[in-house]
Nanobody
Framework: QVQLVESGGGLVPAGGSLRLSCKHS????????MAWFREAPGKAREFVAA????????FHEDSVKGRFTMSRVNAENTVYLQMNSLKQEDTAVYYC???????????????????WGRGTQVTVSS
């Protein structure tokens, strides 16, 4: 059974930075596409970034391009989300997700992922 554990959230002033981590266990990490989603109060879960398995590409949502960078370290079974120039609208619970055999067009869809972490809160103050 795959388990995902996020860490690194917190309270940060606008313009600041945070790095989120997601540790994957219980499966063949390299075979999984990994993604970050976020959910703000009263809003639907939103795609942030994804990294395809088996050496595939990484994709970022337009609203975070140039500010957020997703990376994966297969030797550590871990993905990271480096978040710079944070804005108040980035405030949300950030979730890590894992899925297999996802085509590019499916990466942005929460329903396509099989496993989820519990989330980590990111709060950006004014």
């Amino acid at each position: 059974q795959v388990q995902l554990v996020e860490s690194g959230g917190g309270l940060v002033p606008a313009g600041g930075s945070l790095r989120l981590s997601c540790k994957h266990s219980g499966g063949t990490f390299n075979a999984y596409s990994m993604a970050w989603f976020r959910e703000a109060p009263g809003k639907a879960r939103e795609f942030v970034a994804a990294s395809k398995g088996n050496g595939g590409s990484t994709f970022h949502e337009d609203s975070v391009k140039g500010r957020f960078t997703m990376s994966r370290v297969n030797a550590e079974n871990t993905v990271y989300l480096q978040m710079n120039s944070l804005k108040q609208e980035d405030t949300a619970v950030y979730y890590c997700a894992a899925g297999r055999r996802l085509i590019n067009s499916a990466l942005r869809l929460p329903s396509q992922y099989d496993y989820w972490g519990r989330g980590t809160q990111v709060t950006v103050s004014s």
